[in-house]
């Protein structure tokens, strides 16, 4: 069974693609920093059969990105790769002028570096892999200039492009960054506390996800509501 490693996993977009892959058959490594969460998520998605290993502890922690890939070997090695845990760098967003400086280095911390670090502690099972893969969760903000979500955005942008150059040097490998579009997550309801309009489940977006895997384009920046719009 393939085998895959998803960061961010008991909540949101991360749940909801785990357990889509485990009714796949794919065998789960999750991730995330709440023991509570994270081992509701772990119960549902064992729930259709898969074999599922979920850590608690935070992508910034070296040890922990080991363990991450350790226990992916031991289910049989590492097939895929989603970096899906972000940090906000303020909560809530803050124009650049008040940005707290030590959110942003947060930000650039869980974001790209916690990101590329596990992509190296994962690159020699991916690459033995015979369909080895890494999805960055990317977002809108790292291409568009939105109000309060300049920190955000310039770490996902640096995602991005770490994910493109990856792709570059790791022709054997295929590196989708993927922007997901508007989703009701907590991470939003973080962001923008006095928003209350409605947003789409994360699970609506999960196809487009399942399209890259299953079609495997090239290397690249996708979005995902094209995606969907062009099934």
Known sequence: MPVGIITGASKGLGRALAEA???RGWDLVLDARGAEALGEAAGAVSGHGTRVEALVGDVTDAGHRTELVAAAAGLGGV??????????????????AELPL????????????AALGLVQEALPPLRKSAAGAVIAVSSDAAVEAYGTWGGYGASKAALDQVAAVLGAEEPGLRVWAVDPGDMATDLYAAAVPDDHDPRPAPAGVVPAFLR????R???????????????
Do not use: I, K, Q
């Open 21 to 23: 892959l485990a009714t």
């Open 102 to 113: 030590e959110g942003l280095r947060r930000a650039l911390e869980v974001n790209v570096v």
């Open 79 to 96: 097939d895929l790769l989603v970096s899906n845990a972000s940090a906000l760098g303020a909560e809530p967003l803050a124009r650049l």
């Open 212 to 215: 890259l895997l299953d079609e």
């Open 217 to 231: 384009p090239a290397s690249g920046r996708y979005r995902a509501p094209a995606l969907l719009e062009e099934r």
